[in-house]
């Protein structure tokens, strides 16, 4: 098993930046791509960004050119910087992992085979 767990989220006014932060730990060693997903209430889960061992990077619509992603050197620790945060933006972010293997056909169909429980970041003025 693998647990990850998300830190980082607030509220901030629109234009602003946060930086959300995801530690994994556990059998870390069969996690490959780990990615932050997006939420609404009442809405799907959707990909912010993927970024695998091997430094490939996916990214979804929601914060396309605004936000990054990356991972530090152990591969375990995945962050997502956002900046120029619009209100659209506002729900919660989860971070996913996939176990090596998974084709990203799988997890954008299927989504991550790990969740954490997610951070809410609220963008109001």
């Known amino acids: 098993q693998v647990q990850l767990e998300e830190s980082g989220g607030g509220v901030v006014q629109p234009g602003g930046s946060l930086r959300l932060s995801c530690s994994a730990s556990?059998?870390?060693?069969?996690?490959?791509?780990m990615g932050w997903y997006f939420q609404k209430p009442g809405q799907k889960r959707e990909m912010v960004g993927v970024l695998t061992r091997g430094g490939r990077r996916y990214f979804g619509d929601s914060g396309k050119g605004r936000f990054a992603i990356s991972r530090d050197s152990t591969g375990n620790t995945l962050r997502l910087q956002m900046d120029k945060l619009e209100l659209e933006d506002s729900g919660v972010y989860y971070c996913?992992?996939?176990?090596?293997?998974?084709?990203?056909?799988?997890?954008?169909?299927?989504?991550?085979?790990?969740w954490g429980k997610g951070t809410l970041v609220t963008v109001s003025s």
């Open positions: 996913g992992a996939a176990r090596v293997g998974r084709s990203p056909s799988h997890w954008s169909s299927y989504g991550m085979d790990f």
């Open positions: 556990g059998s870390v060693n069969y996690v490959d791509a």
